[in-house]
């Protein structure tokens, strides 16, 4: 008689049938992850592991368990930088042009210390914020210290998942074998290395925002935002209404934001041209939607910092910061 595989009691757990069936509890899920990040998993059952929970959903004890787990494998450095605010960018762009890195590094230069985790490839066809950044100049770290040493030198630093978490790179580069995107695209936005008191969170489908304000509750996290961004990326759509949803010491707080556009539609860009980026930080380009999407970023992301006593405080201190910017930020290459 062949002896069981310890990691299938996992399996059999989230995968009985709709009546035998349960969640793994926060522990359960825990050991799990343990197990596949020490490669102690075979790739027929983290095949079937994943696609369960995708099919039924993740739920937060879960997310809390495989965010524990990964946390407990981190290498960081010695001496840890202070990070005020963690950015996931996981999903890349197809429609826009990623403006919200724009946000991101304006408010570097204004002294809000930001730590931009993410990943790239696993999806044809769309411009993953590495790209975009490094057409900008701003490096990428290597390791997590120089993800802290960039901190330390900038206000900011892009760290890549495949630098954080090797196998949790993998687990999504699978994507293009099994069909679907993975629990690890919604946990990984999670990790926040560096422990920020801030995090940024964006869903391109709006029933996982309750997944990510509730994991981010059991795991302990000050403060949070999550919103429907452009593409799935933490970027304001300046054209639509967006119900941000956050936390603030447990507390649950959710503000509907108005349109900054008068007009509803934003037409595809279909060239995507990097080239854009620096023109329209350096002014020699002005774009209405893009000077929208960058301030309005920064807008919620202020407001979630306790920067801003109101909606209309929040977009009139944004709009203070991208009219007073360095235009020739070292941070943006000439």
Sequence with gaps: MTEEHPFAQYVRIIGRGPNLSRPLTEDEMYAAAGMILNDEVEDLQLGAFLCILRLRTEVPEEGFGFVRAVRDTLELPTERPDVDLDWPTYSGKKRQLPWFLLSALLMAQNG?????????????????SSEALK????????????????IRASNFAYLPLRVMSPKLQHIIELKSIIGVRSPVNTFARMINPFSAPY?????????????HRETALLLGQP????????????ERRPQKPVLVQSISYGKLIEEEWPPMLAD???EKDEALDLGRLKAVWSGTVVDEYA?????????????????????????????????ARNRNNPGIAA
């Excluded at 809000?112 to 993953?128: A, D, F, N, S």
């Excluded at 057409?135 to 960039?150: C, R, T, Y």
């Excluded at 935002?225 to 933490?234: I, Q, S």
């Excluded at 000077?291 to 209309?312: C, D, K, N, P």
């Design 223 to 234: 403060h949070m935002a999550v919103f429907k961004g452009e593409g799935g990326e933490a």
């Design 135 to 150: 057409f900008l100049g701003v490096p990428e770290a290597g390791s997590m210290s120089q993800a802290a040493d960039h």
């Design 199 to 211: 995090e940024m969170h964006t869903v391109f489908h709006p029933n996982y925002r309750d997944i």
């Design 264 to 266: 509803s539609t934003a």
């Design 112 to 128: 809000i210390k930001v730590c931009m985790q993410g990943t790239e490839g696993h999806t044809p066809g769309r411009l993953y």
């Design 291 to 323: 000077t929208a999407a960058v301030t309005g970023t920064i807008a919620i992301a202020l407001r979630l910092m306790g920067r801003a006593t109101s909606i209309e405080d929040a977009q009139g201190a944004a709009l203070e910061m991208w009219e």
